[in-house]
RNA sequence: GUCCCCAUCGUCUAGCGGCCUAGGACAUCGGCCUCUCACGCCGAAAACGGGGGUUCGAGUCCCCCUGGGGACGCCA
């Protein structure tokens, strides 16, 4: 049984990085139809908030992380940390230490200067009690050995070890008698059962000190994988600059959030040559002992262009619901059910040349404005006297037009050009103006025929009516 | 500073001693398709950081250097 977990602390939203570790161990789970649980690591009560927790559940819901159970608060176990910690001591594994912050301040200048990575200097550990200082709540620390070394077998980074020279006594209980870290991180693992801990490699050297924290209340430890952490396009630690903003930011952006995944999911990891991966796939190829070792760069490009190819193949009912929002929003009213309906019928034609669902809102926007309509500076140099001139020709042909199918339109549209002794894209290009009032949009004869005969003849002649600029006058 | 980790095209990666004249994807640059823009298709350019070993043979194993990254809190 496999029983995986995501840890986060709420200070903040789920960045892009957090969501990667949440997918990996919720893939490795679902692999091994094990239980992906969810703890919100908010012991540190200055720094959490309820908002926080809301923006990370939210932007696993958005991903379709799916926890099991309920997500579990560290709070609200400190009580049972606090216990483990006296356990400790009982023991004679951890002892009470009464430096003040100054001693350890002064202790680790001088530990920095000396070049040593032990940065307390046990200065408690065997000191009698009777000798503590009044007026001083003591903390609780735990003794690591002196001599040898830990050993980590990380199915990751493979077998780490470290001397106990590198380790000092960290603390388990803070002076106020909450709990650290260190100490909370192993409690609730192992009550919660975990088997298996995947999180960022900036947890490795903790995964050493609590090996320690394992040993002396001698409980097993989970299989432990440390996953190369991301970086930014320039290599540098991911920041707000580069990309390390909440998911809700990338579903702001038009990302969708199987592309995410995909995206996500491909960093760090691969299958053979296989880049377009699904849910199911992901789950039944998935494993972390092929997570690579080195770090990944974030690139926006690649994301971009994975979302492409998931708004092609979405549903188109779907992307109408997804950008109806938007869609309104632009409009400052609500869009019709007759708009609705074009919107749906054209959605082949516009998911095809959108890359984020932001696009697909301004390139759908045509079909859903009242006449008239206004022109961008491009369509309006189309629609010279020229282009005018053109649409006059056509537009009777079209209003006698019986088969209003985009193949009818089409036939109707190339026996003008051909009388006129012109390329389609004389007659197409006007018709793209005054239509989509833009000089780009999908196929002009499927737009009229989404457009349906009413609507496409009557925006031909408010190009008509409107002035039309001289030839080649208008600049873009 | 100390400890740990990493190192293939610009980026993500395949490669697990001979299949490598190093493959795929994104981005870039050509071309085709074409009513515009996309999509799609075809093609080009583009990498094993350096130096030593081991071996008949090294991108693949070992060492050193260099270059990145991470950790060193009564934060998590």
Redesign the pocket.
């Known amino acids: 049984m496999v029983v995986t977990r995501f ?3 709420p200070t903040g939203f789920l960045h892009i990085g957090g969501a990667r570790t949440a997918l990996f161990n919720w893939l490795f789970a679902r692999h091994h139809q094990g239980t992906f649980l969810l703890r919100i ?4 009560r200055k ?1 959490s908030t309820d908002e926080a927790v809301d923006a990370i559940l939210n932007g696993m819901r958005w991903l379709d992380l799916t926890w099991d159970g309920e997500p579990i608060s ?1 709070f609200t176990r400190s009580g049972r940390h606090a216990e483990i910690a006296r356990q400790l001591l009982d023991e004679g594994k951890a002892y009470r ?1 009464y ?3 100054e001693e ?1 301040a002064e202790m ?1 200048d001088a530990a ?1 200067a000396a ?3 032990r ?2 200097d046990g200065r408690w550990r065997d000191r009698d009690p009777k000798e503590a200082p009044d007026g ?4 609780i620390r735990l003794k690591v050995p002196e001599g040898g070394g830990t050993v980590i077998q990380d199915i990751i ?2 077998e ?4 106990h020279d ?1 380790l ?1 006594d960290m ?1 388990l209980l ?3 008698g ?5 100490l ?2 192993v409690v609730d693992d192992h009550d919660m059962g975990i088997t298996h801990v995947i999180r960022g ?6 995964a050493f000190r609590q090996a320690r924290i394992y040993a002396a209340l001698g409980w097993n430890m989970p299989v432990m994988a440390h996953m ?2 991301l ?1 930014g ?1 320039d ?3 991911l920041s707000k600059r580069h990309g390390a903003l909440g998911v809700e930011a990338y579903r702001d952006m038009g990302f969708l959030p199987e592309a995410v995944n995909n995206y996500l999911l ?5 299958h ?2 296989k ?1 377009i991966i699904d849910r199911g796939q992901a789950i039944e190829w998935f494993d972390v002992k ?1 997570v ?6 974030f ?1 926006m ?2 994301l ?3 979302n ?2 998931y708004i ?1 193949e979405a549903e188109d009912d779907r992307l109408v619901e997804l950008i109806l929002p938007g869609l309104e929003n632009e409009l400052g009213e609500t869009v019709g059910e007759a708009a609705r309906q074009r919107l749906l019928n054209g959605m082949s034609g516009l998911k ?4 984020n669902t932001l696009e697909l809102i301004e390139n759908s926007l045509f079909y859903v404005r009242k006449r008239p309509l206004s022109l961008t500076p491009k369509a309006a140099k189309i629609l010279d006297a020229e282009g005018c001139g053109m649409i006059e020709h056509i537009r009777p042909n079209l209003a006698q037009l019986e088969d209003w199918s ?1 193949e009818g339109i ?1 036939t109707a549209a190339r026996e003008v050009a051909e009388a006129a002794d012109a ?3 004389a007659v ?2 006007p018709l ?1 103006a005054a239509l989509t009032g833009s ?8 737009v009229m025929e989404v457009l349906g005969q009413d609507e496409t003849l009557g925006r031909l002649d408010d190009a008509l009516a409107a002035p039309a600029p001289p030839t080649g006058a208008a600049q873009d």
């Not at 001083?136 to 903390?139: K, L, M, Q, R």
């Not at 095809?352 to 890359?355: I, L, N, Q, S, T």
Request: charged share 30%; proline share 6%; glycine share 10%.
């Open positions: 840890a986060p602390s690591e908010d012991t540190d720094r560290q230490c430096c003040t912050p350890l680790r920095r070049g040593s990575a940065l307390y001083i709540d003591p903390v980074q493979g780490v070890r470290v001397g590198q000092d603390i803070r002076a106020d909450t709990p650290t870290y260190m909370a991180v490699d900036d947890h490795l050297t903790n190369p952490l970086h396009s290599g540098t630690k491909r960093l760090g990891w691969s053979g040559d880049e092929d690579g070792k080195a770090a990944a760069r690139d490009d690649k971009t262009s994975l492409g190819h092609r095809e040349r959108a890359k985009r089409e390329k389609l894209g197409a290009q793209r000089n780009v949009s999908p196929g002009i004869f499927e």
